[in-house]
């Protein structure tokens, strides 16, 4: 799935194309990508006709404003994909299930293999309409997170984003303490931070060297500064490389382009390889039902 490095790509991408186009004509050929709408036609009533104001992200999901105070929300799944096209002449990747008519030119594509991704229109609360935020959110100091939030109420219930929320190691403390549960599972629970995934909590918690299971209510103030750190570190280096694509080739950025961070990857996808610290074996196990890769002897 993609996680906060790949989304942003893409909204980095469609910042620099989409923003000030508008949506000419919509295509739908597959209702389940649009199911939080009655129908195709309903949600293609909301968007055509509309300009693109801005291109945002919050956790895994993108927002694109338009000019009526509506939000086109995306959420990619599990192998979606945003591409871009000169126009309808260009080949259609199997799969592709929404594409979008922008003028002046070209087309926004939306592919997805398994279909777990989905689109839909936010509106704007009503006039004195009080959205209740994330209480996770709510640490946040700064940064854009929580406005995004109030104007997109579906995205209400994200905890904190490491980007567009701020908040300090002594806030992350607060949440870590509040929890029983294993690092990794705080990590990727998007209730609580959005936008980690499997890959990258892996290679975060190998960055601050903390066990995947970890309880984490014991981690110590520097060891929670430490991986306070390491998320922004981590996931500001694998923006850099525009993600990580894997062996199954499912994540590219809207011009077709493989991520190449996952040349970086320390641990994930490296069962039985030296570990780049200590030379000893990278291993794997089921955590969650997805596999764990760490280094036993540099991860405590």
Request: with cysteine; net charge positive.
């Amino acid at each position: 799935m993609p996680e906060l490095p790949e989304v942003e790509t893409v909204r980095a991408a469609l910042a620099r194309d989409l923003v000030g186009k508008k949506i000419k004509a919509a295509s739908v050929t597959n209702g389940r990508v649009v199911r939080r709408h009655k129908s195709a036609k309903e949600f293609r009533a909301l968007v055509e006709g509309r300009s693109v104001r801005s291109a945002e992200r919050l956790g895994k999901y993108l927002v694109f404003a338009h000019d009526n105070q509506a939000n086109l929300v995306v959420h990619l799944g599990m192998s979606g994909r945003l591409l871009r096209a000169k126009g309808p002449k260009d080949p259609k990747p199997k799969h592709t299930h929404v594409v979008f008519t922008l003028s002046p030119g070209g087309e926004l594509r939306f592919v997805d293999p398994r279909t777990f991704g989905e689109m839909f229109v936010s509106s704007p609360p009503a006039p004195g309409e009080t959205v209740e935020v994330s209480k996770f959110a709510r640490l946040s100091v700064g940064g854009d997170g929580l406005a995004r939030r109030a104007r997109v109420p579906e995205l209400a219930h994200l905890g904190l984003d490491p980007f567009e929320d701020q908040y300090g190691w002594d806030r992350f403390a607060a949440v870590l303490r509040s929890r029983t549960t294993a690092l990794k599972a705080v990590l990727t629970d998007q209730d609580i931070l959005c936008g980690i995934g499997n890959i990258y909590s892996d290679e975060i918690l190998f960055a601050a060297g903390l066990r995947y299971d970890r309880p984490s209510e014991s981690l110590s103030t520097i060891e929670i500064r430490r991986l306070h750190r390491s998320i922004t570190e981590v996931l500001t280096e694998a923006i850099k490389h525009g993600g990580s694509t894997l062996e199954d080739e499912q994540f590219v950025d809207p011009e077709g382009k493989p991520g190449t961070y996952q040349q970086f990857h320390q641990v994930y996808g490296r069962e039985g390889q030296a570990c780049p610290q200590c030379r000893g074996p990278i291993e794997r196990v089921t955590f969650h039902g997805r596999s764990t890769f760490f280094c036993p002897r540099c991860q405590s």
